[in-house]
Structure formats: C-alpha cells, structure tokens
C-alpha cells in the first residue's frame, strides 16, 4: 500500500522510524528518539499517520452526543427522560476531555511539518499549494456536505428545523471547516515571518528540549487566556449564530492553537519530538490524568446534585484554564508513545491516517446519516452512542479511502 501521498491536514513526516516494543518503563528508561527525521528524506513517519488516525476518530466520537443536546445539522435524538444524572455527568466530562487535547494535537502537527516544506518548495508555492489543498475541501464542504447535512436533518424526526421553510434553513455555515480557516491563516502568518527573515531551515539539535518551568510557565499563561477569552461570551454566541458558527464554538482556543502551532514549527528546528525527555513527559502525563479524574468528580457532582447549578459558570471557567496543563500531558505522552509502539498498529493505521482528512472533511453528513438510521429506532443511549461513533468512523475513513483511489482527488486529499 502506498503512504507516499501527502495530507493536507498535517504535512506529514517524511522518514518512517524504527522502534522497540512499547512497554511501559520502556518510556522512562529511552529518552532518545526512534525516530530520525532529515530534511530530504523520502519514508514517512508511521507513528505521526497513527496519531492523525487517532485524532480525526476522537474528533468523531466528540460530535456524536451533540445529537443528543444542541443537535447535529438539525438531527436531534430526544432522550431526556432516559437518561440518567450518572450519564449527563460522565458525558459532559466527556466532551470536555476529548476537546482538552484533540485539536491542539492536529495544530501542533500541522505546524512541526511547515518549516522544512516551507523551505522545499518556496514560500509561493507552498501556499498555492496550500490554497488548493485547503480551499477546495473548504468550498466542497461548505456548499455540498455541510448543505446537504443540513437539508437531511431537517427531515429527521422531531427536528429543530422541522418547521422552518426551505428558504430559511441555516445554509452555507462551516461548521468543521473552522479548522481549515485557520490552519491556512496560521500558514499565511509563518510564511509572512519567513519572507521577513529569509527562507532559512536547519536543524540545531544543540537546543535542549522545553524543561518543567518552561511548560508550567506556558500552560499557566494559556490558562489565563483562555479564560479571558471564554468570557466574551457575547462574541461567541453571535458567531454561533453566524456562518462562522465552527468559529464560535473554537474561537475562545485560538490564541492557545496558534501556541501549538507555532510550537511546532519550533521545535521542527530542534527536533524536539525527537527528543523528549521520557521522565517529564510521563510525570506530566500522570498530572493530566489527575486533572481529568478530578474534573469527572466535579462534573458528577453537578449532576447529582441540581441546587449546585449556580456554580456551573465557576466549573466551566476552572475547566478552560486547566485544559492547556490537561493538553500538555497528553500530547507529549501520546507522541512518546506512538513512536515507541508504531509496529504495534502496523500500517493499517498509519494507512488510516493517510485517509484522515477525507474523513475529518465528510464526516458530518456520515454522522447525520448514521443518526438518522439508528438514532431513533429506540436503542439506550449508551449503545447508541457506541453504535453511532463507530459506524460514522468506520465509513468516513473508507469512504476517504474510496475517493483517494481517484487520482485527482487523492492530489487534493
């Protein structure tokens, strides 16, 4: 199977890795990396096409009880009165800890590939590049699969949308697309900073990698942003309501995607991936576990107990501030991990995350569909939400994997 071809959602990693077996103290012990990336190198890294796999999953599996609550392109399943204080507890815990790390993975990536094909190709290139590889998925899914989407849900039973008129369905808004928004406007303002200081790219392993001060001083900062960003909420209501409604549900992050991003484009100058230092990153992994069990205690003890509604906002703030250290955490362990363990997989992953952008792209209207076929024929809502994850993952990525055999289409995707 060919890995050759190239991504759009992240520039992946040109040399593929060669590591031991994946156990545990194994991390501890090996600080050193697995994985030797040069510049003008030809394999790819399987351990990085794992993760994005991974990532566009979770990404899946966060969308799916929005069917549920707010509703998904119109689809809403109604279940209130099945649905126990113990379930709204866990999923509202659930959502908060797949969106604590997911998407500052996907730009952390992105950004760690940019400098080196930067330099490849030109600044000029690189963005028409760019521009066709992000803008035609953008225009395809907002006027074909985010419309559609919507047009279906609304004929789903017990739609919101059930009693507009055609005309004023709420159409043309992007919804997933944000991503892509912004990840080109990330490229635009690297490529601006490179025009002024010269297309320079060369790696200096002489740079340590970031130590405990640099990253609680990081995260403690971030933290601090994102709180004062999560409370404009006059600004991300009126985008929710917009066409930019994808922005108004990330928006408050932008600040901390844009530090990932960049972050990536750093430590691709110093191979910092390369070199993590085992002992941090499982000491702050295991922090981030404990941040994340200690916010599923909080969020079951709201919705067990109905008089503490008041200090829902005082939650919701606590939770933005300690993403960055939950995010931390994971991101480096999940890295560590993946190029430890990349044979574990094998390629059938890493051939998953080839087909990643496809599925991160179609996704919503294989989720509406998925919905509407098992959403309502009376399943619990846990298996629902297993069934429904499942199935929408399983044929977004075949799907993907359909319409890249299509060669021009396997040049865009």
Request: proline residues 3%; contains cysteine.
């Amino acid at each position: 199977m060919n890995l050759k071809t190239s991504n759009a959602l992240f520039f992946t990693s040109p040399q593929r890795s060669t590591k031991p077996n994946g156990r545990h103290h194994e991390l501890i012990r090996e600080s050193s990396a697995f994985v030797q990336q040069q510049t003008g190198t030809r394999k790819r890294a399987l351990y990085i096409d794992q993760i994005r796999a991974l990532m566009v999953a979770l990404v899946i599996a966060i969308h799916v009880p929005a069917a549920f609550t707010v509703g998904w392109f119109g689809v809403r399943i109604p279940v209130e009165e099945s649905v126990s204080a113990f379930t709204k507890g866990f999923f509202s815990w659930y959502g908060y800890a797949i969106n604590s790390f997911i998407m500052y993975m996907m730009f952390l990536l992105s950004g760690y590939f940019v400098p080196r094909s930067v330099h490849k190709k030109g600044i000029i290139s690189y963005l028409k590049e760019r521009l066709i590889r992000l803008g035609i998925p953008f225009t395809a899914g907002l006027l074909l699969i985010n419309n559609a989407s919507t047009v279906l849900g609304k004929l789903s039973p017990s739609s919101p949308l059930a009693q507009l008129a055609w005309n004023d369905l709420p159409l043309n808004k992007i919804w997933v697309l944000w991503f892509l928004i912004v990840l080109f406007a990330f490229d635009l303002i690297y490529c601006s900073w490179v025009a002024l200081r010269g297309n320079q790219f060369a790696i200096d392993k002489s740079k340590p990698t970031p130590g405990m001060h640099a990253w609680l001083v990081s995260a403690g900062i971030l933290g601090i942003i994102e709180v004062v960003m999560a409370a404009q909420t006059d600004l991300w209501s009126t985008l929710l309501r917009s066409n930019l409604n994808g922005l108004g549900a990330q928006g408050m992050h932008i600040f901390t995607y844009a530090f990932m991003f960049f972050l990536g484009c750093k430590a691709s100058f110093h191979q910092w991936f390369e070199r993590l230092d085992a002992h941090l990153v499982v000491k702050w992994f295991r922090l981030s576990v404990l941040l994340l069990l200690s916010f599923l205690s909080l969020c079951m003890t709201l919705s067990f107990n109905t008089n503490l509604a008041d200090q829902h906002s005082k939650i919701y703030l606590l939770g933005k501030f300690l993403q960055p250290f939950i995010a931390m955490g994971i991101l480096s362990y999940l890295i560590l991990w993946f190029q430890r363990n990349e044979d574990r997989f094998g390629e059938w992953l890493a051939i998953a995350g080839v087909n990643s952008y496809g599925a991160y792209i179609i996704h919503s209207i294989v989720l509406v569909i998925v919905l509407m076929a098992v959403g309502f024929i009376g399943l619990n809502p846990w298996l629902m939400i297993i069934t429904a994850t499942s199935l929408t993952t399983i044929f977004s990525f075949a799907i993907s994997g359909q319409l890249r055999r299509i060669p021009t289409i396997s040049k865009i995707i």
